[in-house]
């Protein structure tokens, strides 16, 4: 089975099953022979029998691929496109104007990103952030409320200003706790939570930010009206900068299009374009994905991984390419994880690290890439071969020593990997080069990953048998409760996502639709473990979310 499903990367057709290994027992070690030369009456030597072989159990996938094939959107008409662009113009000029009150523009723009629209913006955006930034008058953040500083401080940020923590002093009393005053304040709260998630290691002003609104807003639901209320709960339930753009752009138009002081031409404009970009993504179903149904059977939600790490439209090449990849990926790990024996996760580790590997055409590219494909896909399998030898052997790692495995057995390095040269026309070696040494902001990525995963799936994974994951090796090597390993697990998830805020400051011999992805590929894994495992038990809220964005379109009033 495994051969057929890596038949697309193959050079040699040579099943897998002709692989031979001669043990040698005084070493313990197992020798690949060349494919070609093998005793076909050999076979793996083993005491373990197909009685005894572990099933992972994963409940049947929730798709009906019939049905998904059968949805088809009126949106992806020429007409539609020819309407947002002439909206788009006056969306343009609007951000692009003058506004008596500067808060005005700073509202413009984050409601612009909330909509979905940043990507149609980027450039008006910038420009209007050039001059918050340079030329305003630098009293502003003197004069301007809590709720104005904190907007400006998210924004700024957001886009990589340098803006330090210290514009929220003047909020705080002498035992720097922010005042009294500000506790009935809701809006500035809001505001000030939002901010607080920008934060770099070692701010401790902003730390203070997120621990006061968090016990703030968790206490004034209630008193407030309605649709703060909504809005507060939105914003505990995960703050704005951990969200998928794709999925916030749904709710926040719902939401928008309750405001008294909405802007309907802005309105108008998120709804077609949420609609286009829904018909965009359906393209994919017609690639033939739908018959890589094999182990696993998570189709849809493998295309969901990917659209989370890059969503723009025009980087379909990635998401399509991508899901197949997943799709390998989630075998592979089970394989390792419970249904392999060890003798044949040693066998197939040497024969994806022998170089074998490949046939993976980039030749519009210009670029071999299967030296770096190879070498991406043997790390995986060793760092997954590490794992099970832990698990069999019965080892019980200190957290460290995980972590420093599992950032690379998540499988998020060559899923970033692929970010960049599915997504990118001119392939350099130089980054290649840097992709390949796991850069601090594809580890912070990997991490976020790693640890959301962990929360989410370890009970389970534990129960059907499998390594110690991140909230076990901490309880094991400190004696901690589940209760206290989760809350320090999490903890670490607030920490990487500071590192992760300075890495997006650094520069890169890379660029865009990659840097994004990192981030983007922890905000997914936060969409997928919020709850519990959505990947593997899916009929939840990874159902809904998978609806939003490819299924229902927005309805026009
Ligand atoms: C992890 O499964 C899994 F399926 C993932 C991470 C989905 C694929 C997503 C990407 C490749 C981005 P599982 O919890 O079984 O992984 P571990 O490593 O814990 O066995
Ligand atoms: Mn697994
Ligand atoms: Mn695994
Ligand atoms: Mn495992
Ligand atoms: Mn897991």
Partial sequence: ALQAVFSPFLVSSAPLASLRSSKNPSSNTYTVSSIRCVAPTTTITTDDTAENRRSANYIPRVWDYDLVQSFNSDYNDQKFVSQVYKVKEDVKCLIDGVMEVPLAKLELIDTVQRLGLKYHFEKEIKKALDSVYNNDNNNAWFDDSLYATALRFRLLRQHGYDVPQGVFERFMDDKDSFKAALRGDVKALLSLYEASFFGFEGECIIDEAKTFTTTELKDTRGHISPSLARKVSHALDMPLHWRLTRLEARWFIDTYEQEEDMNPTLLQLAKLDYNIVQSVYRWWVDLGLDKMSFARDRLMEHYLWCNGMVSEPQYGAFRDMATKIISLITTVDDFYDVYGFMEELELFTAY???????????????????????????????????????????????????????????????????????????????????????PSIMRSSSLLLRLTDDLGTSSDELERGDNLKSVECYMNETGATEEEARAYINGLVHKTWKIMNKDLLGSYPLSEPFLSANPNLGRTAQCFYQYGDGHGIPDRSTKDHLTALLVQPIHFN
């Fill in 352 to 438: 994806v690290d022998s170089n074998e590997i490949g046939y993976w055409t980039l030749k519009e590219r210009g670029f071999n890439i299967i030296p770096y494909l190879s070498k991406m896909w043997a790390d995986l399998c060793k760092a997954y071969l590490k794992e099970a030898g832990w698990f069999h052997g019965g080892y019980k790692p200190t957290l460290d020593e995980y972590l420093d495995n599992a950032v690379v057995s998540i499988s998020a390095p060559l899923m970033l990997f692929c970010s960049y040269f599915l997504t990118t026309n001119t392939i350099t070696e130089e980054a290649l080069n840097y992709i390949n040494k796991l």
